[in-house]
């Protein structure tokens, strides 16, 4: 037995041994997360077209991007359990080494300068600190209490808070809202959640004091951005007219008017949607999405049927995160949420952003890769 063992392994052919780190996607998925890339590239094609570098840059990120999450597609859930711990500490540290030491830059201390380059650490903790709750209720399966779910909101607090402080209410909400979710699937009472929501609400008055000036502006400008339309109000206005303007149809690819007379500030990051919208319309953004209604739908899928509980809580956690990305993002641009700074996944242009998505969507296709605890 074992010398025919033996020489079935020498059989083997390349394609046999390699093929294990080649087919790691999931096909629907990554179909779905295809066609939303090729709308991103016509669309920053056209938002770039005087803006030299942009478009070659968004081409780099989108490479990177595919890369790391072919390396964490490959990565077996086992090992991001093992690393959830010294990342999410990692992660803190910095971010204390910032507040510490940290680089201002337009009013914003975010930075760390490690000689040959900035990070921005706070990017990391996207990743680390819903790694981190699901690698602590896996632990605690089967014997948790009401004080497991307190210790785990002291873990997101203290990611958080850091954040805020620098601050980057952006960044802050995309940390809060992923590791919120990891508590919600973790099984956290509805009567608690009704109970939190309504102490938030009561406490709106003391969150507003302590907001920082910059804050309370983008507050006042998303009730009523006609006060100031030359200044704080002019993104949301221009933003609401290159949507309003493209219609059912859309003016034509190329064609968008507010987005080549320059009139649409960040019109490659942020506001990418409203290029889109001038130029594809109403249709256009519906079928914007229903790929992204595709790609959270299958994510809740494998998030399902994950083989462990910290997989399935991983799993919940990075698609309710997409989510949380695409729903910030086009209510600001339509002006209904205020200005903070989330992109639109896989269409806006940004290097860290999208190296992070690419992470994320990694590690679902590798909980999917491994949703069965015996593997045939």
């Given at each position: 037995?074992?010398?025919?063992?033996?020489?079935?392994?020498?059989r083997?052919t390349?394609?046999?041994?390699?093929?294990?780190?080649v087919?790691v996607?999931?096909?629907?998925l990554l179909?779905?997360?295809g066609?939303?890339?090729l709308?991103?590239?016509?669309?920053?094609?056209?938002?770039?077209?005087?803006?030299?570098?942009?478009?070659?840059?968004?081409?780099?990120?989108?490479?990177?991007?595919?890369?790391?999450m072919?390396?964490?597609?490959?990565?077996p859930?086992a090992?991001?359990?093992?690393?959830?711990?010294?990342?999410?500490?990692?992660?803190?540290?910095?971010?204390?080494?910032?507040?510490?030491?940290?680089?201002?830059?337009?009013?914003?201390?975010?930075?760390?300068?490690?000689?040959?380059?900035?990070?921005?650490?706070?990017?990391?903790?996207?990743?680390?600190?819903?790694?981190?709750?699901?690698?602590?209720?896996?632990?605690?399966?089967?014997?948790?209490?009401?004080?497991?779910?307190?210790?785990?909101?002291?873990?997101?607090?203290?990611?958080?808070?850091?954040?805020a402080?620098?601050?980057?209410?952006?960044?802050?909400?995309?940390?809060?809202?992923?590791?919120?979710?990891?508590i919600?699937?973790?099984?956290?009472?509805?009567?608690?959640?009704i109970?939190?929501?309504?102490?938030?609400?009561?406490?709106?008055?003391?969150?507003?004091?302590?907001?920082?000036?910059?804050?309370?502006?983008?507050?006042?400008?998303?009730?009523?951005?006609?006060?100031?339309?030359?200044?704080?109000?002019?993104?949301?206005?221009?933003?609401?007219?290159?949507?309003g303007?493209?219609g059912?149809?859309g003016?034509?690819?190329?064609?968008?008017?507010?987005?080549?007379?320059?009139?649409?500030?960040?019109?490659?990051?942020?506001?990418?949607?409203?290029?889109?919208?001038?130029?594809?319309?109403?249709?256009?953004?519906?079928?914007?999405?229903?790929?992204?209604?595709?790609i959270?739908?299958?994510?809740?899928?494998?998030?399902?049927?994950?083989?462990?509980?910290f997989?399935?809580?991983?799993?919940?956690?990075i698609?309710m995160?997409?989510?949380?990305?695409?729903?910030?993002?086009?209510?600001?641009?339509?002006?209904?949420?205020?200005?903070?700074?989330?992109?639109?996944?896989w269409?806006?242009?940004?290097?860290?952003?999208?190296?992070?998505?690419?992470?994320?969507?990694?590690?679902?296709?590798?909980?999917?890769?491994?949703?069965t605890?015996?593997?045939?």
């Open positions: 037995m074992i010398g025919t063992s033996a020489a079935s392994m020498e083997r390349p394609w046999e041994m390699v093929r294990r780190y087919l996607f999931d096909g629907s179909v779905a997360m066609l939303v890339v709308i991103s590239v016509a669309t920053m094609y056209s938002a770039a077209f005087d803006y030299p570098g942009r478009f070659n840059g968004h081409f780099r990120n989108l490479g990177i991007a595919f890369g790391v072919w390396v964490a597609a490959i990565v859930p090992v991001l359990m093992r690393l959830a711990v010294p990342l999410y500490v990692a992660g803190v540290a910095l971010l204390v080494a910032v507040d510490l030491f940290g680089i201002i830059n337009k009013g914003a201390q975010r930075w760390l300068d490690i000689g040959v380059t900035r990070i921005q650490p706070s990017e990391l903790l996207k990743i680390a600190t819903p790694l981190m709750l699901a690698w602590y209720f896996n632990q605690r399966e089967g014997m948790l209490r009401w004080g497991d779910f307190l210790v785990a909101t002291v873990l997101l607090a203290v990611p958080v808070g850091l954040i402080k620098q601050p980057d209410l952006g960044t802050s909400i995309l940390v809060l809202a992923a590791g919120a979710y990891v919600f699937f973790a099984g956290l009472s509805w009567k608690v959640i109970g939190l929501v309504t102490a938030a609400v009561a406490a709106l008055p003391v969150l507003w004091s302590v907001l920082h000036d910059y804050q309370r502006q983008r507050v006042m400008t998303l009730i009523d951005p006609t006060v100031d339309p030359l200044g704080k109000g002019f993104h949301i206005i221009q933003s609401m007219i290159a949507v303007s493209g059912l149809t003016k034509g690819w190329m064609q968008g008017t507010q987005t080549h007379l320059e009139f649409i500030p960040e019109r490659t990051t942020d506001f990418i949607l409203a290029v889109y919208a001038e130029e594809f319309g109403m249709l256009g953004i519906g079928v914007l999405m229903l790929l992204y209604l595709a959270i739908s299958r994510g809740l899928v494998i998030s399902g049927s994950g083989a462990t509980l997989g399935r809580l991983l799993a919940g956690s698609t995160s997409f989510f949380t990305y695409c729903f910030v993002n086009m209510g600001m641009v339509i002006g209904v949420l205020p200005v903070v700074g989330v992109p639109l996944p269409m806006s242009y940004g290097g860290t952003a999208m190296v992070t998505l690419g992470i994320g969507a990694g590690m679902l296709m590798s909980i999917h890769r491994h949703r605890l015996v593997q045939t």
